[in-house]
Antibody, heavy 119, light 109 residues
Framework: QVQLVESGGGVVQPGRSLRLSCAAS????????MHWVRQAPGKGLEWVAV????????YYADSVKGRCTIYRDNSKNTLFMQMNSLRAEDTAVYYC????????????WGQGALVTVSS | EIVMTQSPATLSVSPGERVTLSCRAS??????LAWYQQKPGQAPRLLIY???TRATGIPARFSGSGSGTEFTLTISSLQSEDFAVYHC???????????FGQGTKLEIK
């Protein structure tokens, strides 16, 4: 079955950097676009970024554009998100999520990684 | 950006009742609308996609309808395990700028 396991979360000071990873299994990772979606404490879901199956196309929410980079290693079935210049408002659970296809919804989610930005 | 608005924010209902949740898009998303269920401390689970197609393994008591800008999720007879937060999600925009509604919480009356 599809499994997505995030890692790399933690407490980080404002202005610092953090890299999230997502190990994927149970499907052909290199065939699907992948997303990062976050959820601030007590809030709704906020889409953050998407990357195409081959890594050639990447799109970001305005809230993270220029500070975050999504990338993938298809040889290792792993998705990444490099987050720089972190702010308090970036505090959230970050979910790795699988797209079900082009113009298609997210069909599977990881359990999430908590990122806390605090001094 | 397409803004998704869900109503109500919270709904208090009793087990066995029929409930309808609403989701409105600020512009047409055709049928590119999904619903997710999220329980405390868990990741969201896909319930409905294409506005009305149940995802694999989703019970028949869940149904979705609508197109364009108005959508509904109906649970025909609430079970105890259905008390959760429900999110709607549009996936029509290109370049991708996916957006979610703020969620509707179903709580036990």
């Amino acid at each position: 079955q599809v499994q997505l396991v995030e890692s790399g979360g933690g407490v980080v000071q404002p202005g610092r950097s953090l890299r999230l990873s997502c190990a994927a299994s149970g499907f052909t990772f290199s065939s699907y676009g992948m997303h990062w979606v976050r959820q601030a404490p007590g809030k709704g879901l906020e889409w953050v970024a998407v990357i195409s199956f081959d890594g050639s196309n990447k799109y970001y929410a305005d809230s993270v554009k220029g500070r975050c980079t999504i990338y993938r290693d298809n040889s290792k079935n792993t998705l990444f998100m490099q987050m720089n210049s972190l702010r308090a408002e970036d505090t959230a659970v970050y979910y790795c999520a699988k797209s079900s296809g082009s113009y298609a919804p997210i069909d599977y989610w990881g359990q999430g990684a908590l990122v806390t930005v605090s001094s | 950006e397409i803004v998704m608005t869900q109503s109500p924010a919270t709904l208090s209902v009793s087990p066995g009742e029929r409930v309808t949740l609403s989701c409105r898009a600020s512009q047409s998303v055709s049928s590119n609308l999904a619903w997710y269920q999220q329980k405390p401390g868990q990741a969201p689970r896909l319930l409905i996609y294409g506005a009305s197609t149940r995802a694999t393994g989703i019970p028949a008591r869940f149904s979705g309808s609508g197109s364009g800008t108005e959508f509904t999720l109906t649970i025909s007879s609430l079970q105890s395990e259905d008390f959760a937060v429900y999110h709607c999600h549009q996936y029509i925009q290109w370049p991708p700028m996916y957006t979610f509604g703020q969620g509707t919480k179903l709580e036990i009356k």
